[in-house]
Every structure is written in structure tokens, then in C-alpha cells.
């Protein structure tokens, strides 16, 4: 089976997905039993360097889960996760073809780093996988991105924080067929005026061409939403688009898309930092003819708070960009605003399709300040050892310094990330990498016995005191004691 180099929902990889899909059915036919994954429970992921796996503890928050993407928190700090409600059938219970998405919500009140019971549905039915959720106040949106059905789902959340939540609106997207890379990355934050700034990410339709002018994607408002003025709009491909939503409580004001930014092939992740600048990625070219190879970098790309809705960059896709074999800037570089950092493999160990993107958390060591994590999925529907290109990366573009947080080879396809007061959230789509197992008569047949879409785990990484903290706190107190003795005499 040919891997891919972008993203699981990225990359074009129709034919490979097609691949994949005649590989199941073969093994469903033959009554193949797989038996060669991973066990069924996840092994928490070790910490590359050894510093780290004194100065982090990592935690498997939860379990079980189906394909699970990305996060956001909650208003008392509980997480909701993006996951597949997936099913019976074979097909339901693969990651591509999961025909329903739900939004749920993990507690861990005891704050052992462990979700104290099972999620909670906050949202269920919306349509396929979702790959991006945000929340600004009492909104939720969710990014859809089965093919045919992308849309942003808009929510209100209830009065109490574990109250379902209410349907407020949509944004359904219309791709013109032949599509390789449609929507997959939200980024949200309060508008300056008032509402909800949401930016959203629009595919290039190739893998190595930029999509040409005139073409566009058509994006409409209903179920409470609707654009100012009414009708529809379009937008432009291969770009960052910008809306701004006002919510009166019972419908959902849209303005016209702003484009944000160009030049891009696939913005797979996007983050605002608190002073509001934007940080994104920008999936890397796959190899014409050999497309589970790269053949240009996935990208860390940057817009400034100052020059967000002002200007429009062009990020340089498809005539610019870095190689990812060497390094190498190729194409013209005037008008072009490059990278802040490319992923090519460090030491010959290799990172491709960089899903979502964070912020090191406050929390963490004064070392990682002002840097980023990037999880990548590596290679298509493999785990563990097969996957030799997903690695959970830490960058500083300040400094240019970037390495392996957690190794190629450790996880299966490492998915979301997300900053919080706990510490780093991440997702593991599966563990054991598949995207999908052979399920016949209700039976998996894959050797583990569990349906594909219930080995998604969400980790915790959060910083345990220094020991000289420690021993600083210890030599206070005692300090203190001392004192107060003293003092009395
Ligand atoms: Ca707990
Ligand atoms: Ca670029
Ligand atoms: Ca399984």
C-alpha cells in the first residue's frame, strides 16, 4: 500500500485512498485475519530526549475514542473534542468514509491527568469527519470536511457547561469536482468590533499547481445563519478567507469573505497567539508520479496582528517553495513571503503532513517560550515502526531551533494540538495507525478485535516541578520556620 506525504484529509490521494479501500475489501473477501498491529491499548508515548521526560509528565487523558482531531476548552476548562460517531458497517467505521461526526466533552475534576468518566455528546450528526473546532464565548464551530458536505457547524452552548448544545447556523462550502484539498483548519478569536473573527483555510484544487484564476468555491448560509445582505458568496482557492459573525441570539449575521492570504496549498492548521498575530502551516507538495513522497517542504507561515485583513501575503505556492530533500529555496522569491520554518527531516529522520498547530503553553520550561508543536500523520494508515514521518515537533522560529518532542515511529497518527491551562493536549487518530479495519458480520477482523474508530486517544503533556524548584520551596519553608522561631524568641 502506498503511503502519502500530506495530511489524512489532505492529500489527494484519491487513487490512494482507492488503494486502500480495494485492500480492505480483498482482506474482507478472503476472510484475512491481520494480526500484526499494535495490542489495543495505547502505549503513552515516550519523550525523545531524555531532559524532557524528567521535566514532563505525559498522561493518556482518554481513550476509546473515534478518530479523534482537534480540541478546544470549555468554559471550566473541560475539553471538547472533535470525533467520528462512526458504526457497524466496515466503511462507517473507516476514517474517510465516517459518514457522522460528534463533538464531545472529557472532565478530569481530580486533576489526575485522566478524564474521570466517559465523554459526553455535546453535539452529534454533523456532517463526516470534523477537523477543526473553536470556541469564542458561548459559540462552538466546527469544521466538516467530508467531501461533498464541508461546512462550518455553528453552536451555541447552554446556560451550564455540560448542557447539549443548540444548532445556530451554517457555512456549507460548494468545491467545484476535482478538488484535492477542499477546507480543514478553523481559526477563531473575538472581532475588534464586536462578533466572532473566524478565519478558515481554501484548498488548492492539484497537488503542484496553483488553481487558476476565475475559479472559485461557493459558500452559503443557513439553518440561522445568513449573509448580511443576503444571498451567497464566493471565494478564491488556494487561500485563508476571513468572516466575521455576530450572533443576537437567535440568528447569525455573516459578512462577505475577506481574503487573508494566497499563495497556499493547504493551510492544515492555523492559531491566533494572544496578541492576535496568525500563525499556519501550509502542506508541502507531493512528489508527481511517487506521491508518498515529498517533494517540498510542509511550512510554518506567519501574519503579523498589523497586517491581518490589510494586506494580502502570498505564501508562494506553487512556484515557491523550500525542498524538502535539501532545504533548497526554489522559484522566485520577490513578492514572496517565505516560510519561518520548513519541516525537513532532521538527521534523516523524516516529518510529513503537518496537521495542526500550537503554541507552547505558558506552563512549560523557560526553553520552549515563543515556540510551537506541529503533529505530523506520516504515512497513510501505518503506526508505530511502519511510521517513520510522524513525529510530534517542537520549533522556535525565533531562534530557528527544532526538534523531535515526540519521535517518528512512537504513535499512530498524531493529529490535534492544543494549548491550555493543563498543559498540551494532543490526538492520536489511532493508535495503531489504521484508518479503517476489515469488519465482517459486526466482527473486526483485524486481530485486535476493536473497531478502528475506537482507538483514537487524546494525551496530556503537562510540566512536573523541577526538582530544584522544589528544593527551593522545601529551603524557603524551612527558612521561614526558622524564622518565626527566632522571632519568638
Ligand atoms: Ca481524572
Ligand atoms: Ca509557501
Ligand atoms: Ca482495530
Given at each position: 500500500?502506498?503511503?502519502?506525504?500530506?495530511?489524512?484529509?489532505?492529500?489527494?490521494?484519491?487513487?490512494?485512498?482507492?488503494?486502500?479501500?480495494?485492500?480492505?475489501?480483498?482482506?474482507?473477501?478472503?476472510g484475512?485475519?491481520?494480526?500484526?498491529?499494535?495490542?489495543?491499548?495505547?502505549?503513552?508515548?515516550?519523550?525523545?530526549?531524555?531532559?524532557?521526560?524528567?521535566?514532563?509528565?505525559?498522561?493518556?487523558?482518554?481513550?476509546?475514542?473515534?478518530?479523534?482531531?482537534?480540541?478546544?476548552?470549555?468554559?471550566?476548562?473541560?475539553?471538547?473534542?472533535?470525533?467520528?460517531?462512526?458504526?457497524?458497517?466496515?466503511?462507517?467505521?473507516?476514517?474517510?468514509?465516517?459518514?457522522?461526526?460528534?463533538?464531545?466533552?472529557l472532565v478530569?475534576?481530580?486533576?489526575?491527568?485522566?478524564?474521570?468518566?466517559?465523554?459526553?455528546?455535546?453535539?452529534?450528526?454533523?456532517?463526516?469527519?470534523?477537523?477543526?473546532?473553536?470556541?469564542?464565548?458561548?459559540?462552538?464551530?466546527?469544521?466538516?470536511?467530508?467531501?461533498?458536505?464541508?461546512?462550518?457547524?455553528?453552536?451555541?452552548?447552554g446556560?451550564?457547561?455540560?448542557?447539549?448544545?443548540?444548532?445556530?447556523?451554517?457555512?456549507?462550502?460548494?468545491?467545484?469536482?476535482?478538488?484535492?484539498?477542499?477546507?480543514?483548519?478553523?481559526?477563531?478569536?473575538?472581532?475588534?468590533?464586536?462578533?466572532?473573527?473566524?478565519?478558515?483555510?481554501?484548498?488548492?484544487?492539484?497537488?503542484?499547481?496553483?488553481?487558476?484564476?476565475?475559479?472559485?468555491?461557493?459558500?452559503?448560509?443557513?439553518?440561522?445563519?445568513?449573509?448580511?445582505?443576503?444571498?451567497?458568496?464566493?471565494?478564491?482557492?488556494?487561500?485563508?478567507?476571513?468572516?466575521v459573525?455576530?450572533?443576537?441570539?437567535?440568528?447569525?449575521?455573516?459578512?462577505?469573505?475577506?481574503?487573508?492570504?494566497?499563495?497556499?496549498?493547504?493551510?492544515?492548521?492555523?492559531?491566533?497567539?494572544?496578541?492576535?498575530?496568525?500563525?499556519?502551516?501550509?502542506?508541502g507538495?507531493d512528489?508527481?508520479?511517487?506521491?508518498?513522497?515529498?517533494?517540498?517542504?510542509?511550512?510554518l507561515?506567519?501574519?503579523g496582528?498589523?497586517?491581518?485583513?490589510?494586506?494580502?501575503?502570498?505564501?508562494?505556492?506553487?512556484?515557491?517553495?523550500?525542498?524538502?530533500?535539501?532545504?533548497?529555496?526554489?522559484?522566485?522569491?520577490?513578492?514572496?513571503?517565505?516560510?519561518?520554518?520548513?519541516?525537513?527531516?532532521?538527521?534523516?529522520?523524516?516529518?510529513?503532513?503537518?496537521?495542526?498547530?500550537?503554541?507552547?503553553?505558558g506552563?512549560?520550561?523557560?526553553?520552549?517560550?515563543?515556540?510551537?508543536?506541529?503533529p505530523?500523520?506520516?504515512?497513510?494508515?501505518?503506526?508505530?515502526?511502519?511510521?517513520?514521518?510522524?513525529?510530534?515537533?517542537?520549533?522556535?522560529?525565533?531562534?530557528?531551533?527544532?526538534?523531535?518532542?515526540?519521535?517518528?515511529?512512537?504513535?499512530?497518527?498524531?493529529?490535534?494540538?492544543?494549548?491550555?491551562?493543563?498543559?498540551?493536549?494532543l490526538?492520536?487518530?489511532?493508535?495503531?495507525?489504521?484508518?479503517?479495519?476489515?469488519?465482517?458480520?459486526?466482527?473486526?477482523?483485524?486481530?485486535?478485535?476493536?473497531?478502528?474508530?475506537?482507538?483514537?486517544v487524546?494525551?496530556?503533556?503537562?510540566?512536573?516541578?523541577?526538582?530544584?524548584?522544589?528544593?527551593?520551596?522545601?529551603?524557603?519553608?524551612?527558612?521561614?520556620?526558622?524564622?518565626?522561631?527566632?522571632?519568638?524568641?
Open positions: 500500500m502506498p503511503p502519502t506525504a500530506s495530511a489524512p484529509f489532505a492529500p489527494g490521494a484519491h487513487a490512494v485512498v482507492r488503494a486502500w479501500w480495494r485492500d480492505l475489501c480483498r482482506a474482507l473477501l478472503a484475512v485475519l491481520i494480526g500484526h498491529w499494535a495490542g489495543s491499548e495505547p502505549v503513552v508515548p515516550q519523550l525523545a530526549r531524555l531532559e524532557d521526560r524528567e521535566r514532563f509528565r505525559v498522561t493518556a487523558f482518554a481513550t476509546g475514542l473515534g478518530f479523534p482531531t482537534s480540541m478546544a476548552t470549555l468554559a471550566d476548562g473541560s475539553l471538547l473534542v472533535a470525533t467520528s460517531e462512526g458504526g457497524r458497517d466496515w466503511l462507517d467505521n473507516s476514517l474517510f468514509a465516517s459518514p457522522r461526526g460528534a463533538l464531545v466533552r478530569d475534576a481530580d486533576g489526575d491527568g485522566v478524564a474521570d468518566g466517559p465523554a459526553q455528546t455535546m453535539a452529534a450528526g454533523l456532517p463526516g469527519l470534523v477537523t477543526s473546532v473553536r470556541r469564542v464565548g458561548n459559540l462552538v464551530f466546527a469544521l466538516s470536511s467530508r467531501g461533498g458536505a464541508e461546512a462550518v457547524t455553528v453552536w451555541r452552548t446556560s451550564n457547561v455540560a448542557d447539549p448544545f443548540t444548532a445556530a447556523g451554517r457555512l456549507a462550502f460548494s468545491f467545484p469536482t476535482g478538488f484535492e484539498h477542499s477546507t480543514y483548519a478553523l481559526a477563531a478569536r473575538p472581532a475588534a468590533g464586536g462578533g466572532v473573527e473566524l478565519l478558515f483555510n481554501v484548498g488548492a484544487r492539484q497537488n503542484s499547481t496553483a488553481t487558476p484564476a476565475g475559479v472559485t468555491v461557493g459558500l452559503s448560509a443557513d439553518g440561522g445563519a445568513s449573509f448580511a445582505g443576503g444571498g451567497s458568496r464566493a471565494v478564491a482557492p488556494d487561500s485563508i478567507q476571513r468572516v459573525i455576530h450572533d443576537d441570539g437567535t440568528s447569525l449575521t455573516v459578512s462577505a469573505p475577506l481574503q487573508i492570504a494566497k499563495g497556499l496549498r493547504n493551510a492544515a492548521g492555523m492559531v491566533f497567539d494572544a496578541t492576535g498575530n496568525l500563525w499556519f502551516e501550509d502542506n507538495i512528489t508527481e508520479g511517487n506521491r508518498g513522497v515529498s517533494y517540498s517542504a510542509d511550512e507561515n506567519f501574519i496582528s498589523d497586517q491581518l485583513g490589510v494586506v494580502v501575503p502570498d505564501f508562494g505556492f506553487a512556484a515557491t517553495f523550500v525542498r524538502y530533500a535539501d532545504g533548497a529555496t526554489v522559484g522566485p522569491t520577490e513578492g514572496v513571503t517565505l516560510p519561518l520554518a520548513a519541516f525537513t527531516p532532521l538527521d534523516g529522520e523524516k516529518s510529513e503532513g503537518a496537521v495542526e498547530v500550537a503554541l507552547a503553553p506552563s512549560f520550561p523557560a526553553d520552549f517560550a515563543g515556540g510551537l508543536f506541529v505530523f500523520s506520516g504515512v497513510f494508515n501505518q503506526g508505530g515502526a511502519a511510521n517513520d514521518e510522524n513525529p510530534l515537533v517542537f520549533v522556535n522560529p525565533s531562534t530557528g531551533r527544532r526538534f523531535h518532542f515526540i519521535a517518528n515511529q512512537t504513535m499512530g497518527h498524531p493529529n490535534g494540538v492544543l494549548a491550555s491551562a493543563r498543559g498540551l493536549f490526538t492520536d487518530l489511532n493508535h495503531t495507525g489504521r484508518f479503517g479495519d476489515p469488519i465482517s458480520g459486526g466482527v473486526t477482523q483485524n486481530g485486535d478485535g476493536i473497531d478502528a474508530d475506537r482507538e483514537g487524546v494525551y496530556l503533556i503537562t510540566p512536573v516541578p523541577e526538582p530544584s524548584t522544589l528544593i527551593a520551596l522545601g529551603c524557603g519553608v524551612a527558612s521561614w520556620i526558622a524564622f518565626r522561631r527566632w522571632r519568638r524568641g
